[in-house]
């Protein structure tokens, strides 16, 4: 038992490393503008040190984090900019509900919010996982989200379910960004791994 490499102490340590991260994350997420590079570090710290096997966690994540932070704050800005506007267009949808005609474009609005949230479900893990230019990133990030829609759906659903419960009840934080980035990286990974082999490997370049 009091072996630290026994089975024990290898879960208590995987433990604190999950709530360490998501802690973390949402520090580092607070002044907004930091939460694209904080997202991307998330996601490249899970998939390195949980899914590859690298122990140094909170290195590699803030790393990570040091790395992508001038590319992210502008991502993050873009992506800020875009969920105001379409929470403000969600908000005035949802208001013209009582009518018939209000409800056919408020279902229209969800379903075309698959698009940007699609899109913004790719766009950070792709900044985490490879070294690309900002335009590069967000077109690929789109190009993604479309070519691959039924990932996307589901991705984007579970990420929103997760956020509105975190948003709900407090408790949640403690495990929910490590969980969203370990969920996403379960299919994101399988698409990224596509674009690793043969002629394709020219457009990415792996964040080792």
């Known amino acids: 038992m009091f072996n630290p490499d026994s089975l024990f102490w290898r879960l208590i340590s995987r433990c604190v490393d999950i709530v360490g991260l998501s802690l973390l994350w949402a520090a580092l997420s607070l002044p907004i503008i930091t939460c694209g590079p904080a997202s991307a570090a998330l996601y490249y710290t899970v998939v390195k040190c949980f899914r590859q096997g690298d122990r140094d966690t909170f290195h590699t994540y ?22 105001l506007f379409l929470g403000y267009g969600y908000s005035i949808m949802k208001a013209n509900w009582s009518s018939t005609i209000g409800q056919v474009m408020f279902v229209i609005y969800d379903i075309l919010l698959l698009v940007p949230l ?8 792709l900044q985490g996982r490879f070294q690309l230019p900002t335009r590069d990133l967000v077109v690929n990030a789109f190009l993604l989200a479309m070519k691959h829609i039924f990932t996307t759906i589901i991705v984007t659903l579970f990420l929103v379910e997760v956020v509105v419960t975190t948003a709900e009840y407090w408790w949640p934080i403690f495990i929910t960004p490590f969980l969203s980035a370990f969920v996403a990286s379960l299919f994101l990974e399988k698409i990224f791994a596509r674009y690793l082999e043969g002629d394709e490997k020219e457009k990415f370049e792996n964040k080792n």
């Open 62 to 83: 803030w790393d990570s984090f040091k790395e992508n932070l001038k590319q992210g704050l502008l991502l993050s800005l873009i992506a800020a900019v875009l969920l």
């Open 118 to 125: 699609g899109t913004l479900c790719y766009l950070f893990p």
